[in-house]
Each structure stands twice: as structure tokens, then as C-alpha cells.
């Protein structure tokens, strides 16, 4: 169970598990390391994956840094740091997305490609800046208890998997939660998306149609190649609802451009 040790810094928990090509997962606000067990368990098998709980997330410690998605994604390298690995495919979930976007534009050099679940590079529809709203006010009110029920009803069927994800979440603290979601609603990459280099792979659930929208801008604005797949019968939750699937397209992807 190793965690960063850099001085006077949060203590960032991750896990490592497998050989081969470094694949890096980073997850949305408050669900931690957990939200990808089924991706760590299918493809660990083939590559080196690494899962990390974010930074006031889960196992992680946290410090009086204010909260930005320039810090975050400078704790994502020192996670690459810490597990030795030069350069790495990194995906991220929802808004963790946003998280892996900075980490490729500041940090090309230690980025194979990026693999984006649901990603966005602004949020500029109406149903998603409604979502973040919804959780700020819900995090404000110290509602922690509703936000695990409804994060963990909505990614899990398995009723001892949707415990484990309703206790997981509660570890973090409201007020933090409130700081990730504010940041994320603020977050903007758009003008930047020329920056990123490396391949880049979109993965949207079909039924996920309100952040469909959002593929033109990373296919009009991005310089490396950019693919995008989308899942059949599932919305936003593609790595709990769909993980054999959203396998299949990341060992292609990263065979195709290791």
C-alpha cells in the first residue's frame, strides 16, 4: 500500500499492480481508486496499472494547498514519480478527465496518450452545469450520505459493491468534496487542447448524450490523433457498467501507439 513522500506535501495513495506498458487511472470527485477495481482486475493482466486516490480522496492525505487542477495534476506525477514510471497512457472518468487533460498539456513528456471516459474540456451545457451545481449545494449541506447513495446506485448493481462504494465516498470531507466540484464547473482547456500532442481516445456511453457534443472540440483542437468510440446501452457510468467493453478499446488503443 505505498503512498507519495514528498515533504511538507499530501501523501497520495496508490496502487500498482501488473507488468508491462504503465497505465495510470484517474477517477471523479469523491469515488476513489475503487471506481476502476474491474479495470485493474481485466487489465493488469496485460499492462502495468496504477490507481490512486485523489488528493483529500479515500486513503490520501490532504494539506492547505488551495485546491486547483494544476495541483492535481502535479500529484498525478508525482504518483508516476513515486511508482518509477517515466511515461504513461493515463484515462480519467467524468471530471478526472479534466485532471489527465492538464496533466498532458503541462507534462507532454510524460504522457504516452490519454484515454477520457465521458470527457469534457468545459462544462458549457445546461444538464451538466446543472450536475455540478447540484453537488456543490449538495456538498455544502454536509449531505455526504446522499451523495453515496446516489453516486453508488448509479455505478453499481452488486449490492455489496454499491456498500463498499456508498463507504468509500463517505471518507471524504464535504467541505473538500465542494472545493473539487467548484473547480471542476470552473476548469476550461478548451483554448489549450492544441497543447496536447499525444494520441487521445474518447470513449462516451451512447445513451450519455448531453457531453456528446463535447467530441468536436477535442477532434477540432486537439494536435495528436484523436479516436472516438461510443458504448452501446449504457449513459455516463462506463467503467462500472460497461468495463469489459471499455477494455477491449483501451488494450487497442494503447497496442497501437505504445
Given at each position: 500500500?505505498?503512498?507519495?513522500?514528498?515533504?511538507?506535501?499530501?501523501?497520495?495513495?496508490?496502487?500498482?499492480?501488473?507488468?508491462?506498458?504503465?497505465?495510470?487511472?484517474?477517477?471523479?470527485?469523491?469515488?476513489?481508486?475503487?471506481?476502476?477495481?474491474?479495470?485493474?482486475?481485466?487489465?493488469?493482466?496485460?499492462?502495468?496499472?496504477?490507481?490512486?486516490?485523489?488528493?483529500?480522496?479515500?486513503?490520501?492525505?490532504?494539506?492547505?494547498?488551495?485546491?486547483?487542477?494544476?495541483?492535481?495534476?502535479?500529484?498525478?506525477?508525482?504518483?508516476?514519480?513515486?511508482?518509477?514510471?517515466?511515461?504513461?497512457?493515463?484515462?480519467?472518468?467524468?471530471?478526472g478527465?479534466?485532471?489527465?487533460?492538464?496533466?498532458?498539456?503541462?507534462?507532454?513528456?510524460?504522457?504516452?496518450?490519454?484515454?477520457?471516459?465521458?470527457?469534457?474540456?468545459e462544462?458549457?451545457?445546461?444538464?451538466?452545469?446543472?450536475?455540478?451545481?447540484?453537488?456543490?449545494?449538495?456538498?455544502?449541506?454536509?449531505?455526504?450520505?446522499?451523495?453515496?447513495?446516489?453516486?453508488?446506485?448509479?455505478?453499481?448493481?452488486?449490492?455489496?459493491?454499491?456498500?463498499?462504494?456508498r463507504?468509500?465516498?463517505?471518507?471524504?470531507?464535504?467541505?473538500?468534496?465542494?472545493?473539487?466540484?467548484?473547480?471542476?464547473?470552473?476548469?476550461?482547456?478548451?483554448?489549450?487542447?492544441?497543447?496536447?500532442?499525444c494520441?487521445?481516445?474518447l470513449?462516451?456511453?451512447?445513451?450519455?448524450?448531453y457531453?456528446?457534443?463535447?467530441?468536436?472540440?477535442?477532434?477540432?483542437?486537439?494536435?495528436?490523433?484523436?479516436?472516438?468510440?461510443?458504448?452501446?446501452?449504457?449513459?455516463?457510468?462506463?467503467?462500472?457498467?460497461?468495463?469489459?467493453?471499455?477494455?477491449?478499446?483501451?488494450?487497442?488503443?494503447?497496442?497501437?501507439?505504445?
Amino acid at each position: 500500500m505505498p503512498w507519495t513522500k514528498d515533504r511538507h506535501q499530501a501523501a497520495i495513495y496508490f496502487e500498482k499492480e501488473g507488468r508491462g506498458v504503465p497505465l495510470l487511472f484517474v477517477h471523479p470527485p469523491a469515488m476513489g481508486h475503487v471506481t476502476f477495481r474491474r479495470q485493474k482486475n481485466g487489465l493488469s493482466k496485460k499492462f502495468k496499472v496504477l490507481t490512486l486516490d485523489l488528493r483529500g480522496n479515500g486513503r490520501s492525505g490532504n494539506d492547505d494547498t488551495s485546491l486547483s487542477m494544476e495541483l492535481l495534476a502535479e500529484d498525478v506525477i508525482r504518483v508516476l514519480d513515486a511508482a518509477r514510471v517515466k511515461r504513461a497512457f493515463i484515462c480519467g472518468y467524468s471530471n478526472g478527465g479534466s485532471i489527465v487533460q492538464e496533466v498532458a498539456i503541462r507534462y507532454p513528456d510524460r504522457v504516452c496518450g490519454i484515454i477520457l471516459l465521458g470527457g469534457f474540456s468545459e462544462v458549457n451545457s445546461f444538464l451538466l452545469r446543472n450536475e455540478f451545481r447540484a453537488g456543490i449545494l449538495a456538498a455544502k449541506a454536509k449531505q455526504m450520505t446522499l451523495i453515496s447513495r446516489v453516486l453508488a446506485v448509479a455505478h453499481e448493481r452488486d449490492s455489496e459493491k454499491k456498500r463498499q462504494l456508498r463507504h468509500y465516498i463517505r471518507k471524504m470531507s464535504p467541505s473538500v468534496l465542494e472545493e473539487y466540484y467548484r473547480i471542476g464547473l470552473a476548469y476550461k482547456s478548451t483554448e489549450r487542447l492544441e497543447c496536447i500532442y499525444c494520441p487521445v481516445l474518447l470513449l462516451y456511453g451512447r445513451r450519455d448524450d448531453y457531453v456528446h457534443h463535447y467530441r468536436h472540440l477535442f477532434h477540432n483542437n486537439v494536435t495528436g490523433p484523436v479516436e472516438q468510440v461510443l458504448v452501446d446501452d449504457v449513459g455516463h457510468q462506463l467503467p462500472t457498467k460497461k468495463a469489459s467493453a471499455v477494455q477491449q478499446v483501451i488494450t487497442r488503443f494503447i497496442l497501437q501507439y505504445r
